[in-house]
């Protein structure tokens, strides 16, 4: 019977777990038509990600701009002109900074809190509960936060450019003797629309990421409480690796 | 087998066995449930009891043997028949699995309109139906969250949103345990009369021998032999024919008494012996 199995058998047998893992993004896809049904739900999960994490959206990206414009003016060591201190700072922020460092912060916020959410779900048998009532728990848990994670991210992320941006403006000015317009000229030069989009697209894989990531291993757990803490653990050091895997992919494809 | 039986078979369960990596859990268990009557599966804790409710409804495959329910096979069914059979099925979890991010009367009405697209007017009858069927008072529960419930009324609701789907077949996962003995007692009141009001073929799984005599028609006994061997069918039949069995089964007399030595019930009908000066045949408490 063992030998007799084939290849994709003994593949499913022996990586259950990540098959069923990489199975449940289809069924995620397959059900964003439903989710207009159900708007409300999504509607409460875009709320959850992109206004409640609101202070702390600003105050991570005003952190963010401060500290890239003391490195940058640091790394620039007088060799080269304050003028291009602005260029370097929105390039660096737009297209690497504001996706990557939202994504981060977001993992340790959601894809924790939906894992814990969801695996205690699991743990005490709502999930079986909403299989057994013929509820689609994939269809109802999955597919709005997913949505919102895809939707609200770019959002967080043009919210991080503008606050990050400011931050850095304020610091330049008042810490390191670059005028307001310089730095606005400076911005301006080599600035590409370009640039933002791939940001965007970023912050969008990265919402995916977040929220898929929380939801399945939420949905995966077992053995009670301490099945929860190794899910919650687990989806934010797997949303961490990911986040950086795919800004390596995006970059590669689009740059 | 006689056609009439035949048709009267609503769960047939054909030598089912499960085991997660080296353990057994199950071994061979084979049995019908009937239509309209309440069949309790008794056994220790750990003898996989409700593993056995899991495979009926199909949360979980098993690794030999086949359930059929209405003659269709549940392991073998697609996605979309498995859908439809669960359909025709309940479940009340031990730990009720109500929805705590939702209100009771959301509890309720949440699967009738997402699964059963039923329309509003006739969910908010079932909703009051339900509730006043377990004995609840809708308008003192339906705004309430399940964590503000007692466990008795928790245990109460996830039994009227299970009843608000009218299956056919309900199943039970120990819905005494952890409660009190009146709250108990209430609980299998409202499960015996799901089965004369509705007419529901029920599956009751519980270690609680009082509810098991309340409740049963009939009663299956599972144990182990041995840690290493799965848990099989030790008896079957009513609650009457259990008292008789039991005198034969060290382990099941030990069971349903609730002393944890088998070898002490032999000791006590000694003590009774030299009380009494009476003579008992210990042989018919040894198998």
């Not at chain 1, 205690?120 to 013929?134: C, F, R, Y």
């Not at chain 2, 021998?209 to 144990?223: F, L, P, T, V």
């Amino acid at each position: 019977m063992e030998n007799s199995s084939s290849f994709w058998v003994r593949f499913y047998k022996n990586y259950e777990r990540l098959v069923e893992g990489i199975y449940h993004i289809y069924e995620t896809i397959v059900n964003i038509p439903l989710i207009f049904k159900n708007i409300n739900i999504t509607i409460k999960y875009m709320y959850e990600i992109g206004v409640e994490t609101f202070p702390l959206v600003v105050f991570t990206s005003i952190f963010v701009g401060i500290i890239t414009a003391l490195q940058a003016n640091y790394q620039f060591d007088d060799l080269v002109p304050k003028i291009f201190l602005g260029t370097a700072i929105l390039k660096a922020i737009v297209t690497e900074l504001a996706p990557v460092i939202m994504a981060l912060v977001m993992s340790s916020r959601y894809a924790s809190a939906t894992a814990a959410e969801l695996g205690t779900m699991a743990v005490s048998e709502q999930i079986n509960a909403m299989i057994v009532l013929g509820l689609n728990p994939i269809r109802f848990l999955f597919t709005p936060r997913i949505v919102a994670g895809i939707i609200m991210f770019p959002v967080i992320t043009i919210l991080s450019d503008v606050f990050s941006y400011l931050g850095a403006m304020a610091t330049s000015v008042f810490f390191l003797n670059v005028p307001a317009y310089i730095f606005i000229e400076g911005s301006k030069k080599f600035f590409f629309v370009f640039d933002v989009v791939v940001g965007l697209i970023k912050a969008a894989v990265f919402g995916f990421i977040v929220t898929y990531v929380g939801c399945i291993f939420g949905y995966m757990t077992k053995n009670g409480a301490k099945g929860v803490g190794e899910s919650t653990m687990n989806a934010v050091v797997w949303a961490d690796i990911l986040i950086l895997i795919f800004d390596f992919i995006v970059a590669w494809l689009l740059f | 087998m006689d056609k009439n039986v035949d048709e009267r078979i609503v769960i047939s369960v054909r030598n089912l066995s499960k085991a997660y990596g080296k353990r057994q859990i199950l071994t061979n268990i084979s049995f019908d449930v009937y239509k309209s009557e309440t069949l309790v599966i008794i056994g220790k804790s750990g003898t996989g009891k409700s593993q056995i409710l899991r495979h009926i409804i199909g949360l979980i495959k098993p690794d030999k043997g086949d359930i059929l329910i209405y003659g269709k096979s549940i392991v073998k069914a697609s996605k979309k028949e498995l859908e439809d059979l669960r359909k025709k099925m309940g479940m009340v979890f031990q730990e009720n699995a109500l929805f705590d991010f939702m209100t009771v009367e959301e509890n309720i009405a949440f699967p009738l309109r997402e699964a059963l697209h039923l329309d509003e007017e006739e969910i908010e009858k079932r909703i009051n139906m339900t509730l006043e069927m377990v004995d609840l008072n809708p308008e003192d529960v339906r705004k309430k969250s399940p964590a503000e419930l007692s466990g008795g009324m928790k245990k109460r609701v996830a039994i009227a949103r299970t009843i608000a789907m009218e299956p056919e077949i309900l199943l039970y996962d120990e819905p005494t345990t952890g409660l009190d003995p009146v709250t108990s007692d209430k609980i299998n009141t409202i499960i015996r009369s799901m089965q004369t009001k509705l007419n529901v073929t029920s599956i009751v799984v519980t270690h609680d021998m009082k509810s098991a005599n309340k409740i049963a028609d009939r009663i299956i006994y599972i144990d182990k032999t041995s840690e290493d061997t799965g848990a099989k069918i030790m008896f079957i039949g009513t609650p009457e024919t259990l008292a008789i069995e039991a005198d034969k089964n060290l382990r099941l007399k030990a069971f349903i008494e609730g002393v944890y030595d088998p070898e002490a019930i032999v000791l006590k009908k000694k003590e009774y012996e030299e009380k009494y000066s009476e003579k008992i045949d210990l042989d018919v408490f040894k198998k």
